[in-house]
């Protein structure tokens, strides 16, 4: 069974800090993404790794970066967290586009409160 | 630029009734189409997709899609609604292959919700 695991389910941190919010998957998958959700917006596209050490920008880069080391562990990072950043995250992987294989695999999401 | 519209944030039918749940793209080529289901407190899981071939898309517990190119519309349906049926609902889109990695765009969400 594939799987997407996010180090956390429920997250609580202050204004100011530094926080990592990890994501691993078992599928060997080359795509990893992080996502934000909020009311109303939908899923927003933060960054994206189509390889490990290669990243690229999303929709809503600014006050994120990200770290790809290793194929199935894709980090996000918030340099100094701020209350507007909370949300819930949301971390997915998938295989390259070889044929109709496009389906994003999503872990259960991490719901950051930021105070 | 791509985008996804899903009409109504909120809807609301009775169980046994018709579910039907709009979504409606904009794409300068032909897209992909994904209707996605997030259950609460989970991540999302695929319902269903359309990349190429028949435009009637079966997927999973009773759900099925139609691509109409003419409508730019991608509607999700289900003839009975479930009480186990209640979630939120994303429609999304995505290039035709491009580039290795796929960049999806969803929608807003639609959040379905199941009178007994």
């Known amino acids: 069974d594939v799987k997407v695991t996010q180090s956390s389910r429920y997250l609580v941190k202050r204004t100011g800090e530094k926080v990592f919010l990890e994501c691993v998957q078992d599928m060997d998958h080359e795509n990893m993404f992080w996502y934000r959700q909020d009311p109303g917006l939908g899923l927003r596209l933060i960054y994206f790794s189509y390889d490990v050490k290669m990243k690229e920008k999303g929709d809503i880069p600014e006050g994120y970066s990200v770290s790809r080391e290793k194929k199935e562990r894709f980090s996000l990072i918030l340099e100094s967290a701020s209350t507007n950043q909370t949300s819930m995250y949301l971390c997915a992987s998938s295989l390259p586009n070889e044929g109709p294989s496009y389906e994003q695999y999503f872990g259960p999401g991490t719901r950051l409160t930021v105070t | 630029a791509q985008s996804v519209t899903q009409l109504g944030s909120h809807v609301s039918v009775s169980e046994g009734a018709l579910v039907l749940l709009r979504c409606n793209y904009s794409s300068s080529v032909p897209p992909y189409l994904f209707w996605y289901v997030q259950y609460p407190n989970q991540g999302l899981q695929l319902l269903l997709k359309y990349t190429t071939g028949a435009t009637l898309v079966k997927g999973i517990n009773g759900f099925e899609a139609e691509f109409k190119k003419s409508e730019t519309s991608f509607h999700l349906t289900k003839p009975s609604a479930h009480m186990s049926d209640a979630a939120e609902y994303f429609c999304?889109?995505?290039?035709?292959?491009?580039?290795?990695?796929?960049?999806?765009?969803f929608g807003p969400g639609t959040s379905l919700s199941v009178i007994p």
């Open positions: 999304a889109v995505s290039d035709r292959g491009k580039t290795s990695y796929d960049k999806v765009i």
